[in-house]
């Protein structure tokens, strides 16, 4: 059972952004990383494939009921919402939110209610404004929030609506947030 995971939003602009913070974990990183990257509905392995050319840790589109463990990258699939919990993972087909399926801010809820104060949440590019809800839950559960600066966004809109909420712990450029995700998964 993860005692805390990272749980990471995106949308346009988003393989970059994440394969620079991918590209920033160590082998040895000790918390599961939870990912939703707004895709077309299509099923294919393509980002999956992708991201893991970046990272030396495992990545995978989520199964239903998948366990969640450490040290792995989880992807959301086309077309469902994912949920966590502190064992195993749940997809949903419910209405889109914030017009997405995936959405970031049901995965953030998730985590926020399953892991509280264990939640380390990433808000990264994207052109509208799913996360900035999750990001206020995980931060009323306990959690930290990192936003990426948004003029080093592709597209600014998802990290400038997260800022604006107040709730961000600190706002990075996109090479400086694998450290400070690292630095506070050892703490």
């Known amino acids: 059972m993860a005692e805390g995971i990272v749980v990471i939003g995106t949308s346009l602009g988003g393989l970059h952004a994440l394969g620079v913070v991918l590209g920033g974990l160590p082998r040895d990183f000790p918390m599961p990383v939870a990912i939703v990257q707004h895709r077309t509905k299509d099923p294919d392995s393509t980002l999956a494939e992708l991201l893991q050319r970046r990272t030396s840790l495992p990545v995978d589109d989520v199964d239903d009921k998948m366990p969640v463990q450490a040290g792995r990258v989880y992807l959301a699939p086309p077309d469902y919402h994912l949920l966590v919990g502190r064992e195993q993972f749940a997809l949903s087909i419910e209405a889109p939110v914030s017009h997405a399926r995936p959405s970031v801010d049901v995965l ?53 609506v997260a800022v604006s909420k107040g709730v961000a712990d600190v706002v990075l450029s996109l090479r400086d947030i694998a450290a400070q995700v690292v630095r506070w998964s050892r703490e």
């Open 108 to 160: 953030f809820e998730s985590a926020a209610s399953s892991f509280g104060s264990g939640v380390l949440a990433v808000v990264l590019t994207g052109a509208n404004g799913d996360g900035a809800n999750g990001a206020v839950a995980v931060k009323l559960h306990g959690g930290r929030v990192i936003v990426q600066d948004p003029k080093d966004a592709e597209s600014p809109v998802m990290p400038a």
